[in-house]
C-alpha cells in the first residue's frame, strides 16, 4: 500500500478538543497523538460519539470557537503547527493542501449553485486559473472520479444527483487541487454496497496515482480490512490501540479493540453475533480511570483509578496500547 517516508506529513501530538457548555465541559478528544506519513491510509475507528470527527475538524480547524477550544497540543502538518497560523493562512492550506470529504453529501453542497460552478469555486479560491481553465479542470475531476455524462451533470444542481454522485461530486471538489491529505469522514455512510465499493476503490486509485495521504474516519471494519495501512482506535475521546492493519485483526490487544473484531459477522451462518455489554459514556461525564472499564471483561483495580496512556508492547515499537493489562501499574495507588 502507502510508502512511508521517514518525516510524518502530519503529526498530532497531544491534542485536547473541548466543548465548554452551560451543563459541563465536553472533552470529546483527550490527549491523543497521532501521525500520517506521506502516501499512507491511515483508519481512525470506534463507535459513534468517541471523538472521530471532532479530530478530523480540530486538524481542518473548523470547530467553531467558542464553545469548543483546543485545550492543549499541536496539529503539525509538514512540520507547521495549524493551530498557532492566522486563520488566513490556514484557508490557504484547507480544501488546498488538506481536504476533506464531509460525511453528509446531502448537506455539504449548497442547493442554489450548479456542482461546475461549486468545483469551480474551489479551483479559482486556490489556484491561477481563469474561468474557461477553472471549467475544463472541473470536467475532467468529474470524468476522474467517473460520473457518468460530466458534460450534462457539470450544468447540473445537487437535488438532481443520486446520492452515489453526490458524494462523487464532493470527492472531485476535495480532490480537485491535488492535496497532500485527503480526511474522508466516513465517505459511504449513506450509500449502497455497490457505490460503497466504487467510492473506496476510486480513493485507493487516487491515492495510488498521486500519492496523497489518507484519514479514513469509519466504523466498518471490513472497510478498515480492505484499505488501510494502520489503524487507530478510538474509544471515548482517546486512541486505546494503534497498529498495522494486519496486526490488529490478527492479534487485537485492548479489550474495546478486541470487542470490536468479535463482533463481526463469522462464517457460522446460525452462530450469534457478539457484542461489547454496555453503552459509551457521555463525555461530558467520564467515568475515573480508563473510560472502557466499566464495560471491560478484563479489567484490573489499576483500569478505575487511573487513565493508562498508550505505550508500546514489549519487543513490538509500532503496536501501541493504552490499557493497565499490559503496563506496569503497580506504581498506582
Same mark, same amino acid.
Given at each position: 500500500?502507502? =510508502?512511508?517516508? #521517514?518525516?510524518? %506529513?502530519?503529526?498530532?501530538?497531544? %491534542? @485536547? ?5 452551560? +451543563? /459541563?465541559?465536553?472533552? =470529546?478528544?483527550? /490527549? ?12 481512525? &475507528?470506534?463507535? @459513534?460519539?468517541?471523538?472521530? @470527527? ?25 512540520? #507547521? ?15 488546498? +493542501? ?9 448537506? =455539504? ?11 469551480? +469555486? ?8 481563469? +474561468? ?15 460520473? *457518468?455524462?460530466?458534460?450534462?451533470? $457539470?450544468?447540473?444542481? *445537487?437535488?438532481?444527483? =443520486? ?11 476535495? $480532490?480537485?487541487?491535488? *492535496? @497532500?491529505? %485527503? ?39 471490513? $472497510? ?6 494502520? &489503524? ?33 459477522? #463469522? ?19 467520564? *467515568? ?46
Amino acid at each position: 500500500m502507502g =510508502s512511508k517516508s #521517514k518525516d510524518p %506529513l502530519l503529526e498530532i501530538q497531544n %491534542l @485536547s478538543t473541548s466543548f465548554h457548555t452551560d +451543563e /459541563n465541559v465536553v472533552r =470529546s478528544v483527550r /490527549n491523543i497523538n497521532l501521525c500520517l506519513y506521506p502516501g499512507e491510509t491511515v483508519a481512525l &475507528v470506534g463507535e @459513534s460519539g468517541c471523538g472521530k @470527527s471532532v479530530t478530523a475538524l480540530s486538524t481542518m480547524r473548523l470547530i467553531p470557537i467558542p464553545p469548543g477550544k483546543f485545550e492543549n497540543g499541536r496539529i503539525l502538518y509538514k512540520g #507547521k503547527d495549524l493551530l498557532q497560523i492566522t486563520e488566513q493562512d490556514m484557508q490557504k492550506i484547507r480544501g488546498n +493542501e488538506i481536504s476533506m470529504v464531509f460525511q453528509e453529501p446531502m448537506t =455539504s453542497l449548497n442547493p442554489i449553485f450548479t456542482i461546475g460552478d461549486q468545483i469551480c +469555486e474551489t479551483i479559482l479560491l486556490h489556484q491561477n486559473k481563469t +474561468e474557461d481553465e477553472a471549467m475544463e479542470l472541473t470536467l475532467e475531476i468529474l470524468k476522474k472520479v467517473a460520473i *457518468p455524462s460530466p458534460e450534462q451533470r $457539470i450544468n447540473q444542481y *445537487p437535488h438532481e444527483l =443520486s446520492g452515489g454522485m453526490k458524494q462523487r461530486v464532493m470527492i472531485a471538489m476535495s $480532490i480537485v487541487c491535488n *492535496p @497532500s491529505l %485527503l480526511i474522508a469522514d466516513e465517505p459511504t455512510t449513506a450509500l449502497d454496497v455497490t457505490i460503497q465499493a466504487q467510492i473506496l476503490d476510486l480513493l485507493n486509485v487516487l491515492r495510488n496515482d498521486t500519492a496523497m495521504s489518507i484519514l479514513l474516519i469509519t466504523h466498518n471494519l471490513g $472497510i478498515v480490512a480492505q484499505y488501510s495501512d494502520r &489503524v487507530a482506535v478510538m474509544y471515548s475521546g482517546k486512541i486505546v490501540e494503534q497498529a498495522s492493519v494486519e496486526k490488529i485483526f490478527a492479534s487485537p490487544s485492548h479489550p474495546y479493540t478486541k470487542g470490536l473484531i468479535n463482533s463481526l459477522p #463469522k462464517d457460522e451462518i446460525n452462530e450469534k453475533l457478539a457484542t461489547i455489554p454496555g453503552t459509551v459514556p457521555h463525555p461530558a461525564f467520564l *467515568p475515573e480511570g480508563c473510560a472502557f472499564h466499566p464495560r471491560c471483561p478484563d479489567k484490573i483495580d489499576a483500569c478505575e483509578k487511573k487513565i493508562p496512556e498508550l505505550q508500546p508492547l514489549e519487543n513490538q515499537p509500532n503496536h501501541q496500547v493504552a490499557c493497565w493489562l499490559y503496563h506496569d501499574s503497580v506504581s498506582i495507588t
